[in-house]
């Protein structure tokens, strides 16, 4: 087991003592180790150990920076949606590979969470959110990049469940807005 390794600060180290000598005159023999690490805390003014570890862990997350904040290249948010029309719909199939991948974001965005959907019914929904004609492309290449997850036989589809990158965010929520 891992030690933790917490400082134990006392702002009157004589009042310690005292609180201390309290603590083992009411112990009945050789106290055991979690009983003299809560006297310890006790002593020291927390309610037992478990309130010290939880008011150091505490600073510690306090004191630590916040995590760094995702950036969004906005020119390529503005650039990929204009492969969108003012419906929000697909107009054509990017050429590069980067952008492709907003897109698909964008029309994982429009399946429905935690549904099984047949077949028919994603076609569908692909269908409605494109203009090109190839349902059959976008359903492929979210299957293969772990957007949807289909069974062996296909006749079963399921959005995958992740936080799309903060440039596919970005561009769902602008496509979102200019409806």
């Not at 609180?19 to 180790?33: V, Y």
């Not at 150990?49 to 290249?73: G, M, N, Y």
């Not at 399946?111 to 492929?140: K, M």
Request: hydrophobic share 35%.
């Amino acid at each position: 087991m891992t030690r933790t390794v917490l400082p134990l600060i006392a702002a009157d180290v004589s009042q310690m003592a005292r609180q201390m000598s309290r603590e083992l005159a009411g112990c009945d023999g050789n106290p055991s180790h979690v009983q003299m690490l809560n006297m310890l805390a006790r002593s020291a003014g927390f309610r037992n150990f478990q309130h010290l570890k939880a008011q150091w862990d505490a600073q510690e997350r306090l004191s630590q920076p916040p995590s760094p904040v995702e950036p969004v290249d906005h020119r390529r948010v503005l650039r990929v949606s204009r492969h969108f029309d003012q419906d929000g719909k697909l107009l054509r199939w990017p050429k590069k590979d980067s952008e492709r991948r907003l897109c698909l974001w964008v029309l994982w965005s429009e399946i429905p969470a935690g549904r099984n959907l047949s077949e028919a019914e994603i076609n569908q929904r692909l269908t409605e959110n494109h203009l090109f004609g190839d349902h059959a492309l976008l359903r492929r290449c979210l299957c293969e990049l772990k957007m949807m997850d289909r069974t062996v036989d296909g006749r079963v589809y399921r959005r995958m469940e992740s936080r799309p990158p903060a440039d596919a965010r970005a561009l769902i929520r602008h496509l979102r807005h200019k409806r």
